[in-house]
């Protein structure tokens, strides 16, 4: 089968640091993938690139065999490729449900005729803050925001959900129930690459991970394996004396 | 709570639209009690900067794009229609053209400099502003500097102009209600509280704002159109002079940016100040406008449409605590 999404090559330099370096790779159509490394690897500046946010240095991104390479990040969303910010972006004058809208109203789908309320409640269940609905999005607590910034990307209808450490600063419990939603959210047809420090998370979720290091891709895999490469431990703990 | 008070709106309460009406009705009624000429010739300059400011909105208050240069629509209105009308267009088909005409500039404004972004968008349209007026001045077609006459070969008729006005600010207002609760606004919000969050929910932020100042253009443009009629005379200076960008900047700004009905407020203190006290105090002008301008930034960012909800908080407030049983 083709790939989703196919990366080239991509390499990102800020002012002589190279935050990507020659990163290539590919996800599959239905997968989890798993994005790990150390602080500072370049996970979120991939997703920008990938997002349309920022342009890359050289190489190249193919969504569905089209090149997108230096795509407009609405462009990217209407072609169904859609981000979570590692620091929510709520749009802080509207309510729960109004940031929800906009996405439906300008995302992949913004078709006419439908029912938008009920879109709006049907998102705002399944990431459970429905009951949140009227409030507005100044108030909300962090896992809240956490929230409320999957709902509004979900709203785009995306068909490749690049979601960046959704689960940072939340409680065990709240994780467990924002992974859950994360494979119920596959399983609805949603290619996912999450982006993710906790290893526990990614073992119990992910079909398949890839490791940054300094911007180079380290190793690929499936995450038994990855768990047990040495160049990942050596990454993640310092060489062993 | 906050989030309950913002307007859920008109279709949840269809009687919101009755006072907006009643309004209008008792505007379209006053002249019935005969109104001095003067009177009648500050509410039309109220209606005619109402429009504007609640055009001007669309763009700054809606979008948060804050131009300086919207003098350049209201004086190239105001010019279009005073060349129709000598041309000998009917003065009613003058007011769309004026509208279209400013339209196309804001385009040729906008694609530039919607590159670049707040306080940089904001200087750049003082540029543009200040250019045009120059080429107005220097422009002989329609006389440069020393003006442009409009002569009309029907009698003055100070209540036609009047109605002219009250319509144009409905138009304005209603145009403005629509913006607000259709996809578009949605969109325009969205921009003003985070352009990069829209745009990574699918808004193409550069189509839009194009979108919404050119609307805003329109309608100042037509605004100047109708006070150009009225004056019969004007010229670079009075149309596209920087005081006219910030005049109607000012307006929506003193009544609150970001409404519906703060523009039309502060477009009524305006019109009211400048007609009343700028004449008598033509000196204290900028003095006047500087203080207020200070005195909304530091106490009341929402202007009195801001105020008005802070004192409703406020009287809801103290009326729930003296229900409490003591
Ligand atoms: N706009 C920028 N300008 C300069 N350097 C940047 C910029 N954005 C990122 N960097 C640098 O690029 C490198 C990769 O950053 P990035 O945010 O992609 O890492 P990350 O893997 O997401 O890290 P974290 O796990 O901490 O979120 C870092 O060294 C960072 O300092
Ligand atoms: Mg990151």
Redesign the interface.
Known sequence: MAALLSVEGLTKRFSGLAALDQVSFEIREGEIVGLIGPNGAGKTTLFSII?G?QPPTSGKILFEGRDFTRV???RA??AGI??T?QIP???????VR?NV???L????D?GGARNLVKEVTEILELVGIASLE???AV?LSVGDLKRLELA??L??RPRLLLCDEVCAGLTECEMQSILGLLRRIQALGTTIIYVEHNLRAILSTCHHVIVLNFGKKLAEGPPETMQNDPAVIEAYIGKKA | ????E?SPGLAARPLAVLPPLILLGLLAALPLLNLGANSVKVLFLTFVSIAASVGWNILGGFAGQVSFGFAVFYGLGAYTTAVGINEGLNPYLTYPLAGAVAALASLLVGLPTFRLRGPYFAIATIGVSEATRVVMTNLEFTGGASGYRITEHVPFRQLEHYFTGLMLAALAVGLSIIVRRS?FG??L??I???Q??????????YALKLGAHAIAAALTAAAGGVYARYAAFIDPEGVFGFPRGVGILLMPVIGGVNTIWGPVIGGGVYGVIEEELVARFPQLHLLLYGVLVMLIILFEPGGVVGLLQRTRRFVLRRREASWQPS
Request: net charge positive.
């Open positions: 997002a946010s407009k990040p609405f969303v209407h859609a981000r910010h972006q709520p749009f802080l004058s509207m309510t109004e809208e906009v996405g109203r300008f995302g992949r913004p009227n409030m507005a108030t509004r990307t709203a785009t | 709570m906050s989030a309950a913002r996809r949605l969109g919000r969205a003003r509280d985070d990069d969050a829209a745009a990574d929910s699918g808004v193409n932020p």
